[in-house]
């Protein structure tokens, strides 16, 4: 059973108190998809004004696992990310947002080798944009699904 919407928004919003403090925002979600925006705030920035490199990891790590929230049925699988690599691609000065799409066959690959073996990894590619909707950062965030 995957999770609907205002849950998620929930658990993420009120239940993470730095990325509540962030004011990462779940827009939408469901069907394997989730679309987040981390709205400006200067008390976010760096020493030169910019959005910190921590708040854009942090928004990736979220907006990643949002989009797992949305397509796998974690009553059966516990996840945690094992690994995660940044590529920081321009400087931010204004709103972020990233879409995190799961596709179905991935899922479906994924929960096979947890039902065989009782583990598996799954990439997850994560892309953050600014406000002009080029790419600000590339993400690539490893979970690990183990049978519960």
Do not use: C
Not at 65 to 85: E, M, N, P, W, Y
Not at 92 to 118: C, F, H, N
Request: aromatic share 8%.
């Amino acid at each position: 059973m995957t999770l609907d919407l205002a849950t998620v928004q929930s658990m993420m919003e009120g239940g993470l108190p730095y990325v509540k403090k962030l004011g990462v925002k779940l827009e939408e979600g469901g069907g394997n998809r989730a679309f987040l925006r981390l709205p400006w705030d200067p008390t976010n920035t760096n020493h030169v004004g910019t959005l910190h490199a921590g708040a854009l990891f942090t928004f990736a790590e979220t907006a990643g696992g949002a989009g797992i929230l949305f397509s796998f049925d974690l009553s059966k699988v516990r996840l945690l990310a094992k690994q995660a690599t940044i590529e920081y691609k321009r400087l931010v000065t204004g709103d972020v947002t990233s879409e995190v799409v799961v596709p179905p066959a991935d899922v479906a690959r994924v929960m096979a080798e947890v039902d065989a073996g009782g583990r598996a990894t799954y990439d997850l590619r994560v892309t953050l944009k600014d406000d002009s909707g080029e790419a600000a950062a590339l993400v690539s965030i490893t979970y690990h699904f183990k049978k519960l």
